[in-house]
């Protein structure tokens, strides 16, 4: 065994870990958005450990590309998803008010309400 293969071991078990830890604060998460937070930083981190792991060990086959490519994706779209499910959760009040140190979203939903007066 040489020093890449146990790079990549680290970062695969590393990677896991972090998934493991994304799944159980999805499960013991009080609310939606405190769920999202556990569904997507760690998760996306792990999956990048992950893929990065098995693109080193790898190294040199084609399937490095698709590797690369899974990754972009998801570092792209896991914002974007976020971002949208908090914005759901919180115009469908499915979420805790204790656990909020700063509602930010108070003026936009209230714009957004007033808008949406103006045009019917």
């Known amino acids: 065994m ?3 293969d146990v790079v990549a071991s680290v970062l695969v ?3 896991s870990t972090l998934a493991l830890t994304a799944a159980v604060g999805v499960v013991r998460f009080p609310d939606t958005l405190s769920r999202m937070h556990a569904a997507t930083k760690p998760q ?3 999956l990048l450990l992950v893929l990065a792991g ?3 060990r790898l190294r040199g086959n084609v399937d490095v590309g698709m590797l690369v490519l899974a990754g972009l994706f998801t570092v792209i779209t896991a914002p974007v998803i976020a971002n949208r499910v908090g914005q759901l959760a919180y115009e469908e009040q499915n979420i805790r008010d204790d656990l909020l140190t700063r509602d ?6 209230a714009e957004r309400e007033h ?3 103006d045009h019917s």
């Open 2 to 4: 040489n020093a890449s």
């Open 13 to 15: 078990l590393g990677g």
């Open 44 to 46: 996306v981190l792990g």
């Open 54 to 56: 098995a693109a080193l």
């Open 104 to 109: 930010e979203m108070l003026e936009v939903t």
């Open 115 to 117: 808008r949406r007066h």
